[in-house]
């Protein structure tokens, strides 16, 4: 299965695929920091960013980057 068939059949069964993925990722940037959520996912930190910002999240003093020094 790739994305473009699952998106075909989410689609076909009336699921709005993109409201889904945007609450999902709003739910996560609530849940950790928002640099750590779009390296995982491969999303731009400003776009992750704007989601917490969007969603009252607290993350917005997190300093990414290597700690462990």
Known sequence: MDPTSLLDQLRAAGVPAQRGRT?????????????????ALGYHDKTTTHLVVEAGGTWSRYAPGDHRR
């Open 23 to 39: 609450s999902a990722i709003r739910q996560l940037v609530l849940q950790a920091p928002a640099p750590v959520v779009a390296r």
